[in-house]
């Protein structure tokens, strides 16, 4: 007896499937090249589409892009939350600064489209990427598990954050060995983490000294 259902058609997609599947299917492209592999043109024919179909749902190129890089951020953010709560002896913000090297050093394609391409300057404020770029950075100042004060902790996020996407970018060029500092890339990361914590706990305390002696 034949099955009374209806089986939807291969690479056929129902409204909102196919934002869906450019997306993925352009993050896919992205692990092999960077944000230089995506094209709208031949992601239509991967996915077996008109190449009109693609431009119900992106305006072109450069807001397909945008939508990839922001899952990408999410993405990102998801494994340095699951990073974090995993129970650990290291700090969170040891554990986030490791995922994050590792993250860049495996998906590296992904990790350019985010990082080394035009795409999050051009993002308009309030915009899905740069919400998305936000949560990322909110990890990252939850991870120094730290007060609040001024904004040393926005600074200090931002000096790793800096020195880790040195680390990844010098090692996906092959400039980073570690051999002429004798260290591995995780350990040079796990220096920062130190240093970082250790910078971030004297401005507290410097801070909190001068607040007191003023009051």
């Not at 680390?167 to 260290?183: C, N, R, S, Y």
Request: with cysteine; aromatic share 6%.
């Amino acid at each position: 007896m034949r099955s009374q259902l209806a089986r939807k058609p291969e690479n056929t997609y129902h409204h909102g499937d196919l934002r869906d599947a450019l997306i993925k299917a352009a993050l896919r492209e992205a692990e092999r090249g960077g944000a230089e592999a995506i094209s709208i043109k031949a992601l239509a024919k991967q996915l077996g589409v008109s190449q009109p179909a693609p431009y119900r749902h992106f305006a072109d190129r450069e807001a397909l892009l945008t939508a990839a890089t922001a899952e990408a951020f999410r993405q990102f953010s998801a494994m340095l939350r699951e990073a974090m709560i995993k129970p650990s002896k290291q700090s969170k913000l040891s554990r986030l600064a490791q995922a994050t090297l590792d993250f860049g050093l495996r998906r590296n394609g992904v990790y350019r489209l985010m990082f080394a391409s035009r795409t999050v300057s051009c993002a308009a404020k309030g915009s899905e990427l740069h919400e998305a770029t936000r949560e990322t950075f909110a990890l990252v100042i939850e991870a120094l598990e730290a007060p609040a004060v001024g904004y040393l902790r926005e600074r200090q996020a931002l000096k790793i954050w800096a020195a880790l996407h040195g680390v990844v970018m010098l090692a996906e060029q092959g400039l980073f060995t570690g051999e002429a500092a004798h260290a591995t890339r995780e350990e040079l990361v796990e220096d920062f983490v130190n240093e970082t914590k250790a910078a971030l706990a004297v401005a507290i305390k410097d801070a909190q000294r001068r607040k007191k002696a003023g009051a």
